[in-house]
C-alpha cells in the first residue's frame, strides 16, 4: 500500500492502520498457518458478482457521507492535467475540443486523481450516466450502480477486453470507440492519439439521452 489513495481506501472498508494490518515487508520471510489470496488474472478484470456487490455497496455507503454535488451527474473522466503537468502517457492531442463538446451534452470534466479517494469512489457511486477516457479513472466504474450507461473512449484497442470485461462485470451497458494513434510518435505503445469529434459526440450523446 505504497500510494496514500490505498490506505485511505483500506480505511474506507473498515480496516484500520495500526490495528487490524501488517504491511509486506519485502526484505522479511513470513510464514501463515492458513493464507486467502484474490488475484486477478493478468487482462482478465472480470469481477465476480459478489466482490462486485461489495464494492457497489461501500460505493454508496461512502457517497451517502461525500458530498461530491458540485461535480454533477454526469461526469466526464478526462485527463488532460495529467498528462500536462504530471507528465502521463499517451495525451490526447485534441481532448480540449473534445471536452468542449461534452460539456455541450452536459456533461462535467473530472480528473479523479485530484479528488480525494472518498470523493472518487462517491462520484461514481451517485453518477447517472458516465463517460470518459480509457483508462485508470474509468477503474472506478467498480462502484457505479448496476445498469450506469457507460461511454468510452479509447486510444488503442490493446486494453479494449480488459476495460469491457470490468465494465460487463459490473453490469454497466457500454458504448465504446477507439481513437487514432499518431504513427509518427515513437512510443511504441502509449503513443499520442485523437479522436473523431463528430464520432465521439454521437456516442457521448447516445449515453447522455
Not at 13 to 37: P, Q, S
Not at 142 to 151: E, I, K, N
Amino acid at each position: 500500500a505504497h500510494h496514500p489513495n490505498m490506505r485511505a481506501m483500506l480505511g474506507l472498508l473498515g480496516l484500520v492502520e495500526h490495528r487490524d494490518l501488517t504491511y509486506h515487508n519485502i526484505t522479511r520471510a513470513y510464514r501463515f498457518e492458513e493464507i486467502h489470496l484474490f488475484r486477478q488474472a493478468w487482462f482478465d478484470y472480470r469481477l465476480p458478482p459478489a466482490v462486485h456487490e461489495a464494492l457497489a455497496r461501500l460505493g454508496q455507503r461512502v457517497a451517502a457521507g461525500t458530498n461530491v454535488a458540485a461535480l454533477g451527474p454526469r461526469p466526464f473522466i478526462v485527463r488532460r492535467r495529467r498528462v500536462r503537468e504530471l507528465g502521463g502517457s499517451r495525451p490526447l492531442m485534441n481532448e480540449d475540443e473534445l471536452i468542449s463538446r461534452a460539456e455541450a451534452l452536459g456533461y462535467t470534466p473530472v480528473e479523479p486523481e485530484f479528488l480525494t479517494t472518498a470523493q472518487q469512489v462517491a462520484l461514481f457511486a451517485r453518477a447517472e450516466r458516465l463517460a470518459g477516457l480509457g483508462g485508470a479513472g474509468l477503474f472506478n466504474t467498480v462502484f457505479c450502480r448496476p445498469g450506469t450507461p457507460l461511454a468510452a473512449i479509447e486510444a488503442t484497442p490493446l486494453f479494449l477486453l480488459a476495460h469491457t470485461n470490468l465494465y460487463a462485470s459490473c453490469g454497466l451497458p457500454y458504448s465504446l470507440m477507439v481513437g487514432q494513434p499518431d504513427p509518427a510518435d515513437p512510443e511504441p505503445i502509449q503513443k499520442r492519439w485523437t479522436v473523431d469529434l463528430d464520432a465521439a459526440a454521437e456516442v457521448l450523446a447516445s449515453v447522455a439521452a
